[in-house]
């Protein structure tokens, strides 16, 4: 019994020992990058402090109990990293940075006199009278944690990439008007930019809830659920962290992070389409999808800025003002990119339903480098093109002005179709085994077809020149109903004449193979050599 009590004293002892000194910071501690570089929760999960970034370090939130390193908040992100030799100390005015090149605020606030890096991941200020004076829940960059709240008019922006936790260009908002939408940085918050909608515009109040079971839902002012974004229910145990983040390719994702396995798994995207942020690709470039992963292609004419960064957009291989239509130097046509969308930010639009007076309508605008068109409207566009992307089951062509001058070699022509060649293997070898199947049975039709026409001609009685003869008897297509009046309305089947030896039952009639190259009867499989074998 003694030693119960002597036990459960110790452990309470331990704990409390534990919150005192990692728990509840104190005015005057302060935090330095190699040695006591951060403050831990009380479960150890969270810490705050300073973590690597690039060739220095930053200051954030980050999960402590696992090796790759998942940061979920940071300090002054856009400030570029850190030396190892600066100082972070907590005063009553904020968290402030000390080093060689002098002092700032990585944080601000009034009167703080403690500290205390919750295990909820919220990292919190006190005052004297131990009211929250500041807490990081309130000032999120691209993650939430469970328990906070994105408010009204507040948002989320992506990181520039995984390792480099500065701001990106995609952003995820609680509007002021209910809806929960997704943008690229720098755009209005109008329908045209957006690639992700909860679709609950016209509600006051709303906001972005984040439960412990990965539960992502939007209450409105009344506190009642006017939208489920992920259906929660998940395990909510000590070893499971659950995050949503707006990822640095533009996707709003909700991760489940083992710590027991190191291991962490998406269980929610907002999009399973990469092409879907938009401005994923950079100017004059756009967007298709290869493997599920996102690949970004220049204009026809245009050469990418840099090849690993598919923001950086594509620029013209050649620069010709196509208002000198004079100069000769250079000749324009008009390329097209099928099935392709684009930002529409037309100067002008005519109604037009056919494709090639398009063309020509752009050719003959020097103000027009580019046109879109949909089968009705021709829409001329000045560059740069913004957020193209290939989109199947669209009749939408982009007709892209090009400059051509016989000196210089046109590269970037050469890889764009390097690429289509590739992407049209498996037509090009259906193609061909189609064309070889018609060969067969043409050369089979033809044999039939000129006994046909001999015995024909021999019947006809008016005279008929030599070099009508030859073209009769050579190959020459035949439309359907030629086909008709020569085989007698196909009561005739093929192959008789040619091959006599084989199984009359098997061949199909003439009619019959016109439809299966129409595509309209499914073509049989052949059958095998012995069932043909036993049946002679
Ligand atoms: C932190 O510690 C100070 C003094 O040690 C104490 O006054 C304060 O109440 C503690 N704060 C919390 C949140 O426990
Ligand atoms: C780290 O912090 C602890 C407790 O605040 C202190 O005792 C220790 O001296 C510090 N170590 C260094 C190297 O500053
Ligand atoms: C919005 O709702 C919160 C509570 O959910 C309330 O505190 C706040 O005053 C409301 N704001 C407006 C503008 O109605
Ligand atoms: C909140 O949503 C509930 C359920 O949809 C609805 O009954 C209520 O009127 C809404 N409150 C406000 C202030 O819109
Ligand atoms: C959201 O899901 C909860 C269960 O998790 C359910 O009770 C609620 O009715 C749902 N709300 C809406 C608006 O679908
Ligand atoms: C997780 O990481 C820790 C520390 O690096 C390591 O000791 C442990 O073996 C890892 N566990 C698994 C399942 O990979
Ligand atoms: C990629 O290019 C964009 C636009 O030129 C630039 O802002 C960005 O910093 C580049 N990203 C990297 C990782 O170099
Ligand atoms: C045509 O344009 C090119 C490039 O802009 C320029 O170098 C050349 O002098 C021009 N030729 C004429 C005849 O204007
Ligand atoms: C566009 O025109 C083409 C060719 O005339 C036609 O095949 C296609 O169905 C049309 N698409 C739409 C959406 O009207």
Redesign the pocket.
């Known amino acids: 019994m003694p030693f119960t009590v002597g036990f459960v004293l110790a452990m309470a002892f331990v704990v409390a020992q534990a919150q005192q000194m990692q728990s509840n910071i104190s005015r005057g501690s302060s935090l330095t990058p190699t040695t006591n570089s951060s403050w831990l929760s009380r479960s150890g999960v969270y810490a705050f402090g300073f973590y690597k970034q690039g060739n220095g370090y930053a200051v954030g939130i980050f999960l402590a109990g696992i090796p790759q390193t998942t940061v979920v908040w940071t300090a002054k992100r856009d400030d570029p990293p850190l030396s190892s030799d600066v100082t972070l100390d907590f005063t009553s005015d904020g968290l402030s940075l000390t080093s060689t090149q002098g002092q700032s605020f990585m944080i601000e606030y009034t009167s703080g006199s403690s500290a205390s890096m919750l295990d909820s991941g919220n990292f919190v200020i006190y005052n004297a009278r131990q009211d929250m004076v500041w807490q990081s829940f309130k000032h999120p960059t691209d993650t939430l944690l469970p328990g906070q709240i994105l408010f009204p008019e507040d948002e989320l922006f992506s990181a520039k990439s995984e390792s480099d936790h500065s701001t990106g260009i995609f952003r995820l908002k609680m509007q002021a008007d209910g809806n929960l939408v997704q943008y690229p940085v720098n755009t209005p918050d109008t329908a045209p930019y957006a690639y992700y909608s909860s679709g609950t515009y016209g ?2 109040n709303v906001t972005l809830n984040f439960g412990a079971d990965g539960h992502l839902y939007l209450l ?3 506190r ?1 659920n ?1 939208r489920n974004i992920t259906d929660g229910g998940l395990p909510a145990d000590q070893a499971t962290v659950y995050l949503v983040r707006i990822d640095a390719d533009g996707i709003f994702r909700l991760y489940s992070h083992d710590l027991n396995h190191n291991g962490s798994k998406v269980v929610w995207e907002s999009s399973n389409d990469k092409c879907d942020p938009k401005g994923v690709c950079g100017l004059n470039s756009y967007c298709v999808l290869l493997d599920l992963e996102a690949e970004c292609r220049c204009l026809p004419g245009f050469v990418s800025a840099d090849q690993r960064n598919k923001t950086s957009g594509c620029s013209r291989n050649l620069v010709a003002d196509a208002c000198e239509q004079k100069n000769k130097t250079f000749t324009y046509t008009m390329e097209e990119l099928e099935s392709t969308k684009w930002e529409d930010i037309s100067y002008e639009v005519l109604t037009l339903s056919d494709k090639e007076a398009c063309k020509r309508a752009c050719l003959e605008d020097c103000n027009c480098e580019a046109a879109l068109f949909d089968n009705t409207s021709c829409r001329k566009q000045r560059l740069p093109l913004r957020y193209g992307r290939r989109q199947v089951l669209t009749s939408n062509v982009a007709l892209i002005k090009v400059a051509t001058s016989t000196t210089t070699p046109d590269t970037n022509r050469i890889s764009e179709k390097r690429s289509k060649r590739k992407g049209r293997t498996d037509i090009l070898i259906i193609s061909i085994s189609l064309a070889a199947f018609g060969s067969i049975l043409f050369a089979i039709s033809v044999v039939v077809l000129c006994k046909h026409n001999v015995w024909a001609y021999k019947k006809v009685n008016t005279p008929i020149g030599d070099s009508e003869w030859n073209e009769d008897i050579a190959l020459r297509p035949y439309t359907y109903e030629e086909l008709e009046k020569i085989t007698n309305n196909f009561r005739e089947e093929i192959g008789r004449g040619s091959s006599g030896t084989d199984e009359p039952s098997l061949r199909p009639s003439m009619k019959k193979v016109l439809l299966m190259l129409e595509g309209t009867v499914e073509i049989p499989i052949p059958p095998s050599p012995n069932s043909i074998l036993s049946t002679i």
């Open positions: 509600r006051k409105n002012d009344t009642s006017i």
